[in-house]
Every structure is written in structure tokens, then in C-alpha cells.
């Protein structure tokens, strides 16, 4: 199943009053209402963190804020560029730019 199906599915959901979603390879999503800011539509604002480019450091992966479409670099990355972008614009929700089919709330500490 796509992300954005999945997602969908888990805001109908919790609307409805549930409080979690069986969605992707069985996976549980965890209820969190931060859900709704993110816009499955959101186009990634470049290919690789700009932040470590000028630094001239490379990320070990790249996440995708959902709010903005800010790409940065993932925790692993010496930079961690992802969650300075959380601290300083608070949009908590995040996806992997390339690898994975899942979404990171920063306010929860928890995979949907």
C-alpha cells in the first residue's frame, strides 16, 4: 500500500475515533495528532541537505520534512539536519527522502 493510502486510511481513522491503523506490511501506526500536518503532496525543496553541501560533509540518508518539503540529513549524518529543522521551525513531521515507506513525529519520538 502507498504512504499517502496509508496515511489517509489512519486520518480517517483517528476521525472516526480510533486509535490506531493496521496499514503497511502490517505495521501499527501509533495515534498522534500531528498527522494532519503533513501534506503527502509536498515536492522536496532540493535532492541532498543543503546544509552539509555547504559544509562539506555528506549525509548518510536524507529525510523530507512534510510540512515544507526541506530536505536534510537523517541522525546518523554528523550534521543531523532533519532535526534542527524540527527545533527551529517545530513542523514535526517527516519522511525518508528515498528509502523506506514510513513518517517520523518529532513531538511523539515515534514512527507512523
Given at each position: 500500500?502507498?504512504?499517502?493510502?496509508?496515511?489517509?486510511?489512519?486520518?480517517?481513522?483517528?476521525?472516526?475515533?480510533?486509535?490506531?491503523?493496521?496499514?503497511?506490511?502490517?505495521?501499527?501506526?501509533?495515534?498522534?495528532?500531528?498527522?494532519?500536518?503533513?501534506?503527502?503532496?509536498?515536492?522536496?525543496?532540493?535532492?541532498?541537505?543543503?546544509?552539509?553541501?555547504?559544509?562539506?560533509?555528506?549525509?548518510?540518508?536524507?529525510?523530507?520534512?512534510?510540512?515544507?518539503?526541506?530536505?536534510?540529513?537523517?541522525?546518523?549524518?554528523?550534521?543531523?539536519?532533519?532535526?534542527?529543522?524540527?527545533?527551529?521551525?517545530?513542523?514535526?513531521?517527516?519522511?525518508?527522502?528515498?528509502?523506506?515507506?514510513?513518517?517520523w513525529c518529532y513531538v511523539h519520538q515515534a514512527?507512523?
Amino acid at each position: 500500500m502507498r504512504i499517502q493510502d496509508c496515511a489517509a486510511r489512519f486520518a480517517e481513522s483517528i476521525r472516526a475515533g480510533g486509535s490506531s491503523n493496521r496499514c503497511f506490511k502490517g505495521a501499527s501506526m501509533t495515534k498522534c495528532e500531528h498527522l494532519h500536518l503533513a501534506n503527502l503532496k509536498v515536492k522536496p525543496s532540493s535532492r541532498t541537505c543543503k546544509e552539509c553541501v555547504a559544509l562539506g560533509q555528506s549525509p548518510v540518508e536524507l529525510r523530507m520534512c512534510l510540512v515544507c518539503g526541506n530536505v536534510a540529513c537523517c541522525d546518523s549524518s554528523p550534521g543531523r539536519h532533519a532535526t534542527k529543522h524540527f527545533q527551529e521551525t517545530g513542523h514535526p513531521m517527516m519522511k525518508p527522502l528515498k528509502s523506506g515507506n514510513w513518517m517520523w513525529c518529532y513531538v511523539h519520538q515515534a514512527y507512523m
